[in-house]
């Protein structure tokens, strides 16, 4: 998996990217399957890989990339970006290194058989408002997308 | 033996972390801007990642169910994103950040 958001990163032709992207986007539902959410597992898989990857693969193809394949791959502040990333990965051996004991290490056994009905009903119950507030704002990303790709508006 | 196999929720937390910084990198360092959606899509999985693992160590739900508000988030993200990217392209014929400075004086 991280091999995959690591060719993700470095490769030079965008499609290659995307194909690491998906493998590492299977990696991860996997590991989904392993912490015992199948449901998650299914949506990552049907939307990241089926879905939002078909998008990305679009745009590829319809923005011309032979021309940016031979140009420069880092833009010109990428020193003050590792820089940035390096403090930032700094902080986290920091804080995983002192907080490791804070996790219990025992993790509670969910029954793996009901999942999707028990999120199903937490979706529709308890995060009611929530769920409502996500279809609104997939219908302004439709409606925004749909306005930005246009032509003439 | 068993302890050494055993993996807990402090190793998928460091998977997460190692996912973020890898999206950091590619966000703050790339010309392109399609690897720069894709880079914050890689900062999103390592969202999910930190949610469902703490949704098992607790037993409950909430972490799977905002993991999934996070995935529809990350679709609505990358149509407006890509539909930008487009439009940019137009006017620009070019998909390099560098050149994204209109805004700039």
Excluded: C
Aim: aromatic share 10%; proline share 1%.
């Amino acid at each position: 998996m991280l091999i995959g958001g690591i060719l993700v990163i470095t490769r030079r032709n965008p499609v290659h990217s995307a194909v690491a992207l998906i493998v590492t986007l299977l990696a991860q539902a996997s590991i989904y399957l392993m912490l015992y959410a199948p449901f998650v597992a299914g949506v990552q898989i049907i939307l990241y890989a089926g879905g939002i990857m078909v998008l990305f693969l679009f745009v590829i193809m319809l923005v011309s990339i032979d021309r940016s394949i031979r140009e420069r791959q880092f833009n010109s502040q990428w020193v003050v970006g590792i820089i940035a990333a390096t403090a930032l990965g700094g902080l986290f051996i920091a804080v995983y290194s002192k907080g490791k004991d804070i996790f219990p290490d025992r993790a509670f056994s969910v029954a793996e058989g009901d999942n999707t009905q028990k999120v199903a009903t937490m979706l529709y119950g308890q995060y009611m408002f929530a769920f409502e507030i996500a279809s609104l704002l997939l219908l302004v990303a439709i409606i925004g997308a749909v306005v930005m790709a246009k032509k003439r508006i | 033996m068993d302890t050494m196999l055993h993996i807990t929720t402090l190793h998928y937390l460091v998977l997460g972390a190692a996912l973020f910084l890898l999206g950091v990198i590619g966000v703050l360092t790339r010309r392109n801007v399609v690897i720069v959606l894709m880079s914050i899509e890689l900062i999103l999985n390592a969202v999910n990642l930190n949610l469902v693992a703490f949704s098992q160590l607790w037993g409950g739900l909430h972490g799977q169910v905002f993991a999934i508000f996070v995935i529809t988030d990350a679709a609505a993200e990358a149509a407006v994103g890509l539909g930008i990217l487009i439009a940019f392209f137009r006017n620009k014929e070019t998909v390099n950040i560098d050149e994204v400075n209109l805004l700039k004086w």
